[in-house]
């Protein structure tokens, strides 16, 4: 038996109060059926619709009930979906084990980022045969890993120039480049490496208009859109770290843009 005054006791007491019809379930599917996301007012606006005077704090507790049900799924602040969404989660290639466990034993306590540009192919048009490995390290160790990697391999670059990249990289293979890994940006651990999230990956190639040259305009819209369409991403976190790499308010113009509002 639930503690009287709990949360959840209070959460489930409400839920019997507030009847079924008045959250208004299929009617609310049908009406965003044609929406990918859609915002806490959208959901206001729908419930106001026919119940004008309906307080903030009971929206609020229909809204909660809503996501407990599982009828929506929260994928950001205040930003919700009624689709079934896919996490992603690249998959780590013998290589790119290889190369962390050689790290790893060279400097043990990094902080260590890995990942291989192959898995934006999922979301383009253009496929490209041409991939990058991308180490991101903590700044004051990335001089140390490129060294130690140039020693064992020759196509390794430390945080290429424009001109580096297009006269050395821009048209060669199995290139790793040596990147600083910024603080506080969203990783994901996948089978005991630390590799980028969807989050970080879309946000480094809005960031990085030199390694990810091939991906921008046109191309980065579909990444985009199709990166939205396929997986659950987190907004808030997306916009956290695009806050991160002083590209907050270009990137939230940028989502308007692409979705059309």
């Known amino acids: 038996m639930l503690p009287k005054y709990s949360l959840l006791y209070l959460c489930n007491q409400i839920e019997i109060n507030i009847k079924k019809d008045k959250l208004h379930i299929e009617d609310l599917k049908t009406y965003f059926s044609a929406k990918e996301r859609f915002k806490t007012k959208e959901l206001v606006d729908f419930f106001k619709k026919n119940e004008p005077n309906l307080s903030k704090t009971t929206t609020n507790w229909r809204i909660f009930l809503l996501v407990k049900k599982g009828v929506l799924k929260r994928i950001g602040r205040g930003v919700y979906t009624l689709k079934e969404m896919k996490y992603f989660q690249p998959e780590i290639t013998p290589e790119q084990k290889s190369l962390q466990k050689k790290i790893k034993k060279e400097f043990p306590f990094l902080d260590l980022c890995i990942w291989n540009t192959s898995v934006i192919n999922e979301f383009t048009i253009h496929q490209t045969n041409q991939y990058f490995q991308i180490i991101e390290v903590e700044k004051e160790i990335t001089q140390s890993v490129f060294i130690y990697l140039k020693e064992q391999k020759k ?90 790499r002083g590209k907050k308010e270009k990137l939230k113009n940028y989502l308007k843009l692409i979705n059309g509002n």
């Open 155 to 244: 196509n390794v670059f430390l945080e290429p120039s424009k001109e580096v990249f297009e006269r050395y990289i821009a048209d060669n293979k199995n290139v790793i480049i040596v990147k600083t890994l910024i603080t506080e940006a969203p990783t994901l651990d996948v089978n005991n490496i630390k590799t980028s999230s969807l989050e970080k990956i879309l946000v480094d190639l809005f960031c990085d208009n030199i390694i990810f040259s091939a991906f921008q305009g046109n191309e980065m819209k579909t990444i985009y859109k199709n990166a939205f369409s396929k997986y659950a991403i987190n907004e808030s976190k997306l916009l956290r770290y695009a806050n991160r």
